[in-house]
């Protein structure tokens, strides 16, 4: 398969896993998947991720290493006061 065709998509991926790409986008990746074992792979990863993500407990962070992760990714809005 084409690299440009595979970032394009690639690119798609968050929304189409999320469930979130319109239809026709939908069926363009999964056209794209049926052939291509590296988008397969990247694609069953990304799930697995999100699966453990959801399913393993979540760390206890002290709260100076919650705020210094939060800081670091911008997110200082999901802090508590």
């Known amino acids: 398969m084409e690299e ?4 394009h998509l690639l690119g798609e991926l968050s929304a189409y896993v999320e469930g979130e790409a319109s239809e026709a ?4 990746i999964r056209e ?7 988008c397969r792979a ?3 990863t990304l ?3 999100i699966q453990l993500y ?6 206890d962070l002290s ?3 919650r ?10 809005a999901l802090l508590k006061p």
């Open 67 to 76: 705020q210094r992760l939060y800081r670091t990714l911008n997110l200082e």
């Open 32 to 38: 794209h998947l049926a052939g291509c074992e590296n």
């Open 54 to 59: 959801h399913t393993l407990p979540q760390p």
């Open 47 to 49: 799930n697995k991720t």
């Open 4 to 7: 440009h065709h595979c970032q």
């Open 25 to 28: 986008l939908c069926a363009e």
């Open 63 to 65: 709260d100076g290493a």
């Open 42 to 44: 990247v694609v069953d």
